[in-house]
């Protein structure tokens, strides 16, 4: 992949090294009533590195939540390969851990419990899983919730408690379908904030963890990501990749973040070609146009 990183020493989110996640011709597929094939996505092709943030951006349609769960392995692609370190899946990818838009907790059990779930399911003995998840949730800024149930909570807090459910898991990449839609403009903006945050700490760097977001909202991606890959719609396939250089935490009010808004607008819309630092992606076949 050819990225517009500048300098010679490469940054933290800087693709480099072997890819964590590799997509490679991946089409998806649904029948339709009436016998036919609705392509969904086309000939996707990406990479996940070590340490990057990756927003997939796009309309309506442009199969952005499909496509990660191919990659999380919760479906199978119709055709092509996605790998886990070099190995194709075969079921459910074990190196992810994902945060649902519609924080997904099960109202019968406390904060801490919901947290425990996957660490439970993974066979962690008890008292492991009691320090991990404390641990996950001080972090993620809810301590002294741990015994409280969803109900009792706002949905900024809900959210909350599906990252620290994700991130206890310690997977080497976080899958995120647009987490932060169903939440009020202000709490959303407090959550990515804490995200930045939390993911260019010191700690987090040392883990080299990555991130996927799928997003249709430009700023959020342009806050928050190293690479921006613009899908178009119906079928999904990758438009555009754009790399965005500023180091986070970025202002918004900046010439240069207002003027990569600007830029995947159009991209998006159709109005322009990817300009320098965006790389346009050739169109796959003619399948599933419409």
């Not at 918004?252 to 830029?263: G, I, M, T």
Request: proline share 7%.
């Amino acid at each position: 992949m050819t990225t517009g990183a500048t300098g010679a020493t490469a940054r933290r989110g800087t693709p480099q090294g072997t890819p964590l996640i590799t997509v490679e011709g991946v089409t998806k597929t649904f029948p339709t009533p009436d016998g036919e094939e609705l392509f969904v996505l086309d000939d996707i092709d990406l990479a996940l590195y070590p340490g990057e943030i990756v927003a997939l951006l796009g309309k309506s349609g442009s199969g952005k939540s499909t496509l990660l769960r191919c990659i999380a392995g919760l479906i199978a692609p119709s055709s092509g390969v996605v790998a886990y370190r070099g190995t194709p899946l075969n079921g459910a990818n074990p190196g992810v851990a994902m945060v649902f838009q519609s924080f997904a907790l099960l109202p019968w059990l406390t904060v801490q419990q919901n947290v425990e779930l996957g660490l439970r399911a993974r066979g962690v003995p008890e008292r492991e899983r009691r320090e991990r998840a404390l641990k996950a949730i001080d972090v993620i800024g809810l301590d002294g919730f741990e015994a409280a149930y969803p109900k009792e909570l706002s949905g900024g807090m809900r959210q909350r408690v599906g990252f620290a459910r994700a991130l206890v898991l310690e997977p080497d990449a976080l899958l995120m379908d647009e987490p932060f839609s169903a939440l009020d403009v202000l709490t959303a903006e407090n959550l990515r904030n804490e995200i930045v945050r939390l993911w260019d700490s010191a700690e987090a760097a040392s883990l080299n963890q990555s991130l996927l977001i799928v997003t249709h909202n430009i700023e959020e991606a342009v806050l928050l990501a190293d690479r921006i890959m613009v899908l178009s719609s119906n079928p999904g396939r990758i438009k555009a990749e754009l790399t965005v250089p500023q180091a986070r935490p970025r202002d918004r009010r900046s010439a240069a973040f207002e003027a990569l808004v600007d830029q995947v607008y159009g991209i998006l819309a159709g109005r322009e070609e990817p300009e320098a630092g965006a790389v346009p992606v050739p169109a796959g076949g003619a399948r599933g146009a419409g």
